[in-house]
């Protein structure tokens, strides 16, 4: 560990913490399980090699994510530890979305899609939020 400068979303400095190296390839994969995992326990379905999954990492999420996502299904682990959103096209059920946060400190959102239909038509959201 090390010691890091915190910025606000506007790039400001904040504060000085501690922080350490972050391996965004491991963190990715375990969102990606997590997703698929997710989609199994609420659509009982596995997605298998069927779809391709997208993950990102934020700093925050924006008003415009928040806003988007809040009609979204919601679920909580735990004590809030974990928070998450997700909705599926109902058109396209291999067409999901969803929204992580955890300890109210990392966001992470993530998508799939199937693999031999790539996104051509459907509008999907575009995550920004850092």
Same mark, same amino acid.
């Given at each position: 560990?090390?010691?890091v400068?915190?910025?606000?979303?506007?790039?400001v400095?904040?504060?000085?913490?501690?922080?350490?190296?972050w391996?965004?390839?491991?963190y990715?994969?375990?969102?990606?399980?997590?997703?698929?995992?997710?989609?199994?326990?609420?659509?009982?379905e596995i997605?298998?090699?069927r779809?391709?999954?997208?993950?990102?990492?934020h700093?925050f999420?924006t008003?415009?994510?928040?806003?988007?996502?809040?009609?979204?299904?919601?679920h909580?682990i735990?004590?809030?530890?974990?928070?998450?959103? +997700?909705?599926?096209?109902?058109?396209? *059920?291999?067409y /999901?979305?969803? =929204?992580f946060? $955890?300890?109210?400190?990392?966001w992470?959102?993530? +998508?799939?899609?199937?693999i031999?239909? *790539?996104?051509? /038509?459907?509008? =999907?959201?575009? $995550?920004?939020g850092?």
């Amino acid at each position: 560990m090390k010691p890091v400068y915190l910025r606000s979303p506007a790039g400001v400095i904040t504060e000085r913490r501690m922080g350490s190296p972050w391996d965004s390839e491991a963190y990715d994969k375990v969102i990606e399980r997590m997703i698929r995992g997710l989609y199994f326990y609420h659509f009982s379905e596995i997605l298998g090699d069927r779809v391709r999954c997208k993950v990102q990492w934020h700093s925050f999420i924006t008003d415009e994510i928040s806003e988007m996502s809040k009609e979204w299904q919601q679920h909580v682990i735990g004590n809030g530890q974990i928070v998450y959103r +997700y909705v599926k096209a109902q058109e396209h *059920p291999l067409y /999901s979305t969803w =929204l992580f946060q $955890f300890y109210d400190r990392h966001w992470a959102s993530g +998508y799939t899609e199937p693999i031999d239909q *790539p996104n051509n /038509s459907l509008q =999907l959201p575009n $995550f920004v939020g850092g």
